[in-house]
Each structure stands twice: as structure tokens, then as C-alpha cells.
């Protein structure tokens, strides 16, 4: 019986090796998708930490049932103000922007 060899790496080199150094065009659509990806988790965790439905939430921010979902599960875009309406109006929070270049 043959014994496989692993090789570990860390989860920079693994993202390096799938999808190219940051720059390459496939490494930016990734980070993109990531970080909405992201944006979608911690909404629907504030919201979940709140007691609050999906519906609750977009009534009190004003929008659809359907939105909040569609946010939450990585499947649409978001304008910045809906965003920050949603924070504000929706889970009480204040929205901080960090720009690195």
C-alpha cells in the first residue's frame, strides 16, 4: 500500500496557485466575489443576532424580502446607499469604509 505524500500550503499560496498573483484578472474577480460574499455573511448575521427575519428587515429599511435574500446569498449587487440604508435604518449600525491601495 502506497502512502500519498501532502503537501500543505498556506491559504495565500492556494489562492496564488488557482487564481494568479493579485492583478491577474481572474485574482480580481475572485477577491470581488469574496468580498460580497463576505458583505452578505455579516448582514445576515447582524440580522440574525437581532431576532430579526428577512422580511422584518426590509420593512424596516424599506426594500423586499427578496433583496435581503438575494444580498445575503451572494446573488446580487448592492448600491452604497442601499447599503448604508440598510445598516442604518434596517440594524441600527453605522456603515465604515477602509480603501487600501
Known sequence: MMKSKSKI???DAH???EYGKRGAVKREAFEEGFEAYKLGVMLQE???NQGLTQE??????GTTK????R???NASDIRLSTLM????EGLGGHLKLNVEV
Open 9 to 11: 500550503v498556506d491559504f
Open 85 to 88: 440604508r440598510i445598516i442604518r
Open 71 to 73: 444580498i445575503e446569498n
Open 66 to 69: 427578496t433583496y435581503i435574500s
Open 56 to 61: 422584518q428587515l426590509a420593512q424596516k429599511c
Open 46 to 48: 447582524m440580522r440574525k
Open 15 to 17: 489562492i496564488d496557485s
